[in-house]
C-alpha cells in the first residue's frame, strides 16, 4: 500500500495541538545523515500489537518527503486516537512512499514473535513498491536483516519517519479491532485493542477465545471450553494425551 492518494498540503486538516505535545517533535537528523552519506531511499519502520492477546502484529514503514514539511506528527503512543486518526490521512499524503505489512494471530502461533515481526516488517517493505536503501528502526533489535538497518533507542521519540510510521501502524491495527469488535462484541476489542483489559479477561473466561485471538499462549489455560480451541505453537491443535 503505498503513497497513492492526491497530494495536499501538509497543514491540511492539522487539529489543534496539545499543549503537552508542544516542543517534543521528532526531526530528521538520522534520515539526513543516511541521505548525505548516499542513501536516497530512507524509511522508517515501528511495530504494534507485540503484546497483545488478539489481533494481527503490524509493522508500518515511511519513506519521508525531502522537501516538502510536515508538523504535528509525534510518537502514537503519545497520541490520542482521534489524533492518531486526524495525523494518518496527513501523514500518507505527504510521504514519498508507505505501507503496512501485518502477521496474523495465527502467524503469531505457528512462527512465534520474533519471526512473526520479521515476516510483518518484510510485507511492509514488500508493499512499498520502491526499493529501501536504509531502513531506521526504534530500539535495538534489528528485524529487518540484511544490513540495512539502523536502530535508534527512543526512535520513535526523536526520528521523524518512525513516528509517522507507528502512527500509521498504529491507526490500521486499531482499525482491524474495531471490525472485530463488531464481529465479536463483549470482548472490549474497539477499546482494549486485543491487549489484556478487565472487559477482555472476563469475556474470555465466560466464552472462551475467538478466531482473533492468539491462542498458543498462556492466556488460554483454564478457559471454559468453548470457543476457539488452543494451538500449540507450531500451529496444530494440542494432544489430548
Known sequence: MGDRSPRVGPMAGRPRMRAALRGRAPGLVAERELWDAGHRVVGGLDEVGRGA???PLTVGVVVPDRIRRI???????????SEREALFGRITA?????????????????????????????????????TVDRVLLDGRWDFVGGGRARTIVRGDSTSLSIAAASVVAKVTRDRI??????LHPGFGFAESKGYPSPVHRAALAQRGATTYHRRSWSFMHGLPAIGEPPRDRAGAPPRLF
Open 53 to 55: 492477546w488478539a489481533g
Open 71 to 81: 508538523t504535528g506528527v509525534r510518537d502514537s503512543k503519545m497520541l490520542t486516537e
Open 94 to 130: 505527504w510521504a514519498e512512499a508507505w505501507s503496512v505489512g501485518h502477521a496474523s494471530n495465527d502467524e503469531c502461533d505457528d512462527l512465534g514473535m520474533s519471526d512473526a515481526q520479521r515476516l510483518a516488517a518484510r510485507r511492509a517493505l514488500e508493499g512499498l513498491g520502491i
Open 177 to 182: 479491532l474495531r471490525d472485530a469488535d463488531r
